[in-house]
């Protein structure tokens, strides 16, 4: 079951109490904003449960931060380690879709269609010529250079740790063009306590 609770501070209460009825928590991060006040009160609840929790960074298809600062402030603010899982191709107007690390696969946003489901594309690694068809020069070489600093720098994903609340996977996406949802949820169904 997903339980939807708001997370405007005028219903911690409702929030708070449905904390502690969940087996883990989606944290929806907003990509302009960042981590916010009520985020960190929410987070805290988390805390004190050990819930696992899987984090979406959302409205990638709006200006946003870097992806590598918007990392560094929940990893600084809420003492835990963060993995992408998947990884944003552009941001705002340039935003074309996400790189999943996980399958080693492209998933293209359609901006013309919000009903349209995304297309996944099956690559063969940062080299296969199919990611020249679908992602500019520009946006590519900068995928390249930021995955190889994510493999280099960043920890592997730890289901032991996820579990026990030390480290949260991190998706990317826009919620209005259900870009990136269908990924969560398949993390929620992969990953998620049993």
Known sequence: NLVDT?????F??????????????????DG?????SQ???????????????????????????????IIDEIQQNLAIDVVPVSWPIGVGRDFVGCYDLLRDRLEIMDRADRNKVAESIQINGLDDPALVEHVPANLLDK???????I??????????????????????????NSFGVKELMD????????
């Open 6 to 10: 708001p997370g405007h501070s005028d």
């Open 151 to 176: 493999r280099e720098l960043m920890p592997a994903f730890d289901h032991g740790a996820f579990l026990q609340g030390t480290m949260t996977p991190i998706w990317f996406g826009s919620a209005i």
């Open 143 to 149: 995928l390249r250079e930021d995955l190889e600093m």
């Open 12 to 29: 911690s209460e409702d929030t708070y109490r449905t904390l502690t009825a969940v087996d883990a928590a989606v944290m929806v991060i």
């Open 39 to 69: 985020t960190q009160k929410l987070f805290e609840v988390c805390r004190l449960r050990d819930l696992p929790i899987l984090t979406f960074c959302n409205k990638m298809d709006r200006e946003s931060r870097d992806t590598f600062e």
């Open 32 to 36: 302009a904003k960042g981590v916010e």
């Open 187 to 194: 993390g929620i169904a992969q990953y998620g306590p049993v």
